[in-house]
């Protein structure tokens, strides 16, 4: 399988449809991928906490036609990132979007963990509940965003549910790369699963990014890693070999806590 993770630079002076534009045309270059990746909210930038609002848009807003036209031009499945998405209730959620290579949405996961300790996205956003998994042909993929790196029993949920391939964009701020790296390794080392995570580059909202986006083999072994400029990070993996390394080590089998069976009330 053939993955391009686009590690877009976001700069506040570039107006926002300009940059679907452009963001649209990279991923037409990636036709002959099977799968291409973007970061977090590259709309708004991570951290623009007051353009939430006015940043956001329906689930099938601008951000949604321009993104299924070009994983429809290019051929690809296209995890397009994700938007501040606003629910018909009013409600903002950070929502990836997944998109067939026909241009069809095949999945939108709300994020979970929403950062900030009760301030940001954590108070101007609404959580997502529900853990998103996506059948590719080869692979099945894992939804995550994020600050839900952090969180490895999510990671845990998605494999329990199918995943063999853990996607995750992000908007990860360089203050804490050394954090970025270790919890990428982390979540496909004790899930046995690939990990594609592909970040920001560029300063959100005066908070320079870390870029540095990075996929991962199921033994933890950096398979890529781009550096802190806007760049396409293109990799070759084989996802059988994720069947093969729980074969070979069979740690998942040995799963004993969040398998138990509930107490009777």
């Excluded at 870390?210 to 990070?233: N, R």
Aim: charged share 25%.
């Amino acid at each position: 399988m053939r993955a391009s993770l686009i590690q877009i630079a976001v700069d506040e002076g570039e107006p926002v449809a300009s940059r679907r534009r452009r963001v649209a045309a990279l991923v037409r270059e990636q036709e002959g991928a099977d799968l291409v990746v973007l970061p977090e909210l590259w709309t708004t930038g991570a951290f623009a906490f007051e353009d939430f609002g006015a940043g956001a848009e329906p689930l099938r807003g601008p951000t949604y036609e321009v993104m299924a036209k070009a994983a429809s031009d290019a051929g690809v499945w296209l995890h397009a990132g994700s938007i501040p998405e606003r629910d018909p209730d009013g409600t903002l959620y950070n929502t990836s979007l997944v998109f067939s290579p026909s241009g069809d949405l095949a999945a939108a996961y709300r994020k979970i963990h929403r950062f900030g300790f009760d301030k940001g996205e954590a108070v101007l956003m609404g959580a997502g509940r529900e853990l998103v998994t996506v059948r590719l042909p080869g692979t099945t993929l894992g939804v995550a965003t994020c600050y839900d790196l952090r969180f490895p029993e999510l990671f845990r949920g998605l494999v329990t549910a199918g995943a063999e391939t853990l996607v995750v964009p992000a908007g990860w701020p360089e203050r804490r790369r050394s954090h970025w790296t270790l919890l990428a390794q982390a979540r496909a080392v004790e899930n046995q699963a690939f990990v594609l995570a592909c970040g920001t580059a560029g300063t959100h909202a005066g908070v320079p990014q870390a870029g540095h986006s990075i996929v991962v083999d199921p033994w933890g072994e950096v398979l890529a890693q781009a550096g802190p400029d806007e760049e396409v990070l293109t990799v070759e993996f084989d996802p059988a070999s994720v069947a093969a390394t729980r074969e070979r080590f069979p740690a998942l089998k040995d799963r004993v806590l969040g398998l138990e069976t509930p107490p009777r009330r």
